[in-house]
């Protein structure tokens, strides 16, 4: 898919941001929208954009709220990159519990920016041909980036999708909190260890009864089995 078919909402209340930011990926060929509020964007249809870009600190409802409203409310698997001044590890922390993709620091590089978009958007894009992989009770379908549990669509976001995807089409394999980082996240943003366990916790948390599929291996790491 180009570039020209790729929608983008950016949402922050600094205008000469929004400026930057429409000037700089609508020059790339991307469609941009910009909204000077959360308020704002939830007036309109969400579901027909690829990305969003959103600041934290708006009033008076935050980019962190935004980002929940749009996971949990709206059910919306979107990618979600935060544009935030406020870098501290439990900031990010925050950021990826509530399904974001990426996390940028204010003041930031467009060139970095462009990257980031690039990359999530690529990851993103439809698959051409539908795949799936069975493991006991559990269907991954990469095509549509469902994971099913006895036929039943698992609410995932897309982090949560990878891990667990990585897993089930490595049953038995373990993979390291490091491994987990490189192929999930890459090089685009710096994550730790604990943002790979949290997120672990949520998805077991989402499995139910079946969570404990996924098993830690003192010293090792992380594998799918029964």
Known sequence: MTNDRRRILAVDDEEDILEILSFNLSGEGYKVD?????????????????LFLLDVMMGPISGFRLAEKIRKELALTTPVIFLTARDSENDRITGFNLGADDYLAKPFSI????????????????????????????TVDTANKLIYSEGVPLELTRKEYEILALFICNAGKIFSRND??????GDEVIVTDRTVDVTIARIRKKMGEKGNMIKNKSGYGYYFGD
């Open 180 to 185: 987990i980082l490189s192929k999930v996240w």
């Open 34 to 50: 910009t909204c000077i509020s959360a308020e704002e964007a939830l007036r309109k249809d969400l579901s027909g954009y690829d």
């Open 111 to 138: 060139r970095e920016l462009s990257a980031r978009v690039k990359a999530i958007l690529r990851r993103s894009s439809p698959e051409q041909v539908t795949m799936e992989t069975v493991a006991g009770d559990f």
